[in-house]
Structures are given as C-alpha cells and as structure tokens.
C-alpha cells in the first residue's frame, strides 16, 4: 500500500511541478487521469488534498508557515465536508431507493383497487381521482348486485401513503367477499365497520358514502359514514340540495348501525359525489364555500359526465397553481 502511495505521490509532484514551473496544459489533463486511478482506489477528496499538501511541501520547502496553515485548514474543510456529503449520499440513496419502492405499490394500487364504470342507458357516469402524492388516500369502486342494481363506494382515508393504500386493499377485498344479499348501503356499512375496527390503527379512520342505484324504479339509496356530503340536483326545479350524510366514520366504535336514504332518480337529476379533496381546494389561501363548487359544476353542467368532472378537475387545479394539497375525487351520476 506504501508503494502505491509514493508511486502516486511521486506521479502527483511531477504533474504539479510541471503546471507551476512551466504552465504545462498537458498536466491538466494527466491530473484528470491520475484522479480517475485515486477514485478507482477509494481515495477520499480529503486524502487528495493531502496528496496535494505533501507534494506542495516536497517541491517547495520553503514555503512560509502560514500557507502550511491554511493547507492545513483546507484538509480540515475538506475532510468535515466528504463525511456531510457522505451522509448527503446515503440519505439520498435511500430517498431515491423508497421512491422507486412506492413507485411499485402505486402501481400496484391502481391495479389491485381497479374497477369497471357500469354501463346502464339511463346513466351517464364520469370520474376523476387523482392523488395529491403518489399513493391514493381516496377510493372508489362500482358493483352488481343479484337484482341488476348499480353499487357504488366513494371513500377517504383519514391518513396517506402506503398505510391508507394497505387499507384501501383491505376494503375492497372485503367489499368482494360479502354475498349479495348483504349488498345494501347500510349493510354494507355495518361490516365494514366491523372490518376496520377490528383490523385498522386507531389513528386510522376512513369516510366513505355506499350507494346503489335500481334501474327498475329509478331508485338511488345511499347511507353514509361521516363522508363528505355531495349534492343532488333537481332536474325539474333546476336546484342543488346537499346530500343527508349522518352516520359515524368506519372504524370508531364496533357496532355502528347505518341509516339509508332515497331519492327518486329522474331524467335530467344529477347527483355529484366527492372527497374533501374538492371541497377543501383553496382560493386566495382560504377554503373555497360549497356554492362556489356548485357555480363551477353549473358552468360545465351541458356537457357529458366524463367531460364535466374533467372540466372541473382542470378548473381547481389551475386555482391552485397545479399543486393538490388533498387527494382529489369526483364522481357524478347523470340521469339521461
């Protein structure tokens, strides 16, 4: 090791005293290929310096004591700084290492919490979800039941990230395994609930509105979990009327019972269903009110379901400068 040291050294004044006597620019170069060999070695930025400083002081002897010093001083810096920026490294080794990591489980997200948009002729369905970071806190799933009703979940998760993720997994998992016959809005509630007491860290809670649609008699029914309330509207008084949504979140107490509600679904009618990722956009750093989203929803009421949610998605982005601070969720059911 000594050997490859002096050889290094000796290689090093060479090039040194070569650029200060004559101000050799084939020097320059060689330095450049000397530190690519130093590099390969595992030389540190401060054992180069020291390199520097030995070889200074061998071509130079007479150089005065305060320069020694601030050679010295420069070693110190430069040793302080390779152990930060050694830290700097690894911290960002392993930031670059979780973010390709959660990457993967957001993929894997959209793919396990995928669903299908029914398709019935008297509905016109859109929806927009889109998370705040990469992993989605909202959720939303479409089902069957045995007597050709349209079901539907909208829910928030009061948490981020992976954990909400994980239990966002577990709430469609468990929404697969009921039988049909327990398919209503507060049935299905009432074992959700279950579910996430049972399963789910209390620092967790998730709000979520349950609904199915009966084409047969143009009957919506919907229960509600402490979600968000979104509006109907009244295609033959051309009014919106907040959604009734009494009901405790899931997972706060065991045996939380569910109340159900209907609305007689007429063409022209149009329920509109969200997160409060869309009620809690701002504007000009304050919460926007309820009737401003529905003078947002009103100026694209004309066109398609799909269109609509996508209008008004692109309307709250722009009013906060392209940067959700909440995951957002639009749903909105168009009676056609």
Known sequence: MTDTINKYLLTYMQLLNNYVMNE?????????????????HNYSPEEIINLHRRALFELFPNIDHKHKLAMYFLIEAITYYGVAYQEVTTLRDSQDALKSEIAVAASMQASLLSTTIPCDESLD?????????????????????????????????????????????????????FPNELMYP?????????????????????????????????????????????????????TFNDLETKGLILGVLPHSTYKEYKIQFRKGDMLVLLTDGVTESKRDNEFIE???????????????AQQMVNEVYRHFERLQDFELRDDFTLMILKHV
């Not at 909202?138 to 979940?153: A, Q, T």
């Not at 309820?290 to 066109?303: A, K, S």
């Open 24 to 40: 050799d620019e084939a020097s320059l170069y060689e330095v450049e290929q000397l530190s690519k060999s130093l590099i390969k």
């Open 125 to 177: 369905i859109g929806i927009k979800s889109v998370p705040a970071s990469q992993m989605n806190g909202d959720y939303y799933h479409f089902f069957e039941g045995n007597d050709h009703s349209i079901g539907l979940v909208i829910a928030d998760v009061v948490g981020k990230g992976v954990p909400a993720a994980l239990c966002m997994s577990m709430i469609k998992y468990s929404l697969d395994s």
């Open 186 to 238: 507060k049935n299905i509630l009432k074992n959700l609930n279950r579910v996430v007491e049972r399963n789910v860290d209390a620092s967790m809670f998730i709000t979520m509105l349950c609904a199915t649609y009966q084409p047969q008699i143009n009957m919506f029914t919907y229960a509600s979990a402490g979600h968000e309330p979104g509006f109907y509207f009244d295609g033959q008084t051309q």
């Open 290 to 304: 309820r009737e401003y989203l529905i003078q947002v929803i009103e100026r694209f009421i004309h066109l398609p």
